[in-house]
């Protein structure tokens, strides 16, 4: 996506729209992470685009390299949650529910998660005088030139969705046709791409996933001690049988979540816990694709999260920011995509309007 000029014209998008505001780099990491959701579907490969890509732009322009880690890894945690996040699919397999339920379901889950972020940057940013990254407001002439350019970047995830819909390839299959459509637009919409790019392509794809995978297995490797000595489904048993009131069932759900989400990777997590977790919540009510939605932010907050966060590895392995710096960073950025869990959490008929509605 790098060198098919597509992360080039969604950040130009991104720019136009919100750059004027105080932090305005900031702001557009989180868009911009909201915008590749759709593309990448991975909080790692987003969490280290970005660390590529903008996060030397913000330091550049005066930012603090710990906070601009904790924005990067923050923001990623959104990708997960738009269609279509890999950890989407991955739920509605284990819970046997329609894909594209889910796929609906996340889109105000992942708007409410960029607003909060948003929100407390103004707040950061505006005590700390970052300034915007353009001196005025976009003309709408502009905004629709950048939006024109952007228009075949983001017909990619609108063209995976519609292909599984149609039933033209299976989830498995997109992310393949993804790299295809990616390579299509490079070569013949930006003309950017080039065939000597890929052996540079190659080079960077193995040296920025070599580190993070390293990491990957480690926390995996714990995450097999504990399922071996079965901590997670002991733990989840004892919660079932602590409470049948559904409103304490699942802040307890939560909280387990959440420390999971810390220590073992997004898809092994949901893997080991959706089976465990879900008959308890179907029993007291709780509609499956909510208990979804919640299941899956839960994890990916867990993500940006000490001690294991794989999205906090990623971004402070490729930044070379201390852990310590990072969690100073990030604290306020947890507490708002905290509460967007709690509203998401107790508000089903929030996250089931589109799916109703469609």
């Given at each position: 996506m790098n060198y098919a000029g597509i992360s080039r014209s969604l950040l130009a998008f991104a720019d136009?729209?919100?750059?004027?505001?105080?932090?305005?780099?900031?702001?557009?990491?989180?868009?911009?992470?909201?915008?590749?959701?759709?593309?990448?579907?991975?909080?790692?490969?987003?969490?280290?685009?970005?660390?590529?890509?903008?996060?030397?732009?913000?330091?550049?322009?005066?930012?603090?390299?710990?906070?601009?880690?904790?924005?990067?890894?923050?923001s990623s945690s959104i990708s997960p949650v738009i269609p279509p996040g890999i950890n989407l699919i991955i739920y509605a397999l284990l819970a046997n529910v329609s894909v594209h339920q889910m796929f609906i379901a996340g889109y105000v889950p992942a708007f409410m998660m960029a607003l909060s972020l948003m929100v407390t940057i103004a707040f950061i940013a505006k005590r700390r005088n970052y300034k915007p990254s353009r001196s005025e407001p976009a003309s709408g002439k502009e905004r629709f030139r950048y939006f024109a350019q952007a228009i075949p970047a983001l017909f990619i995830p609108f063209g995976i969705i519609l292909g599984m819909r149609f039933g033209l390839f299976t989830p498995t299959e997109a992310g393949a046709i993804a790299v295809l459509l990616c390579s299509i637009i490079g070569f013949f919409i930006y003309r950017e791409l080039k065939p000597y790019h890929f052996k540079y392509i190659l080079k960077e794809t193995v040296q920025g996933t070599g580190s993070v995978m390293f990491i990957i297995i480690g926390a995996m490797v714990f995450g097999y001690y504990m399922t071996l000595e079965q901590i997670p489904q002991s733990v989840a048993s004892a919660l079932i049988e602590l409470t049948d009131n559904k409103l304490v069932l699942l802040l307890l759900i939560n909280v387990l979540l959440l420390v999971v989400g810390m220590f073992i990777e997004g898809g092994a997590a949901m893997i080991i816990l959706t089976p465990l977790l879900l008959p308890a919540v179907l029993n007291l009510g709780v509609n499956p694709v909510h208990f979804g939605i919640i299941v899956i932010v839960n994890i990916m907050i867990g993500g940006v999260t000490p001690p294991f966060g794989s999205m906090m590895f990623t971004v402070c392995s490729i930044l070379k920011v201390k852990m310590v710096d990072f969690v100073r960073e990030v604290l306020p950025l947890l507490f708002a995509l905290l509460t967007v869990l709690m509203i998401l959490t107790y508000s089903e008929s929030l996250v089931m309007f589109l799916p109703n509605l469609l």
């Open positions: 136009s729209l919100i750059g004027h505001k105080t932090g305005g780099l900031a702001h557009v990491n989180v868009a911009l992470s909201t915008l590749m959701g759709g593309i990448s579907g991975s909080a790692n490969a987003d969490a280290a685009m970005q660390s590529k890509i903008l996060a030397p732009e913000m330091t550049k322009r005066g930012y603090d390299l710990p906070f601009t880690a904790a924005v990067t890894a923050a």
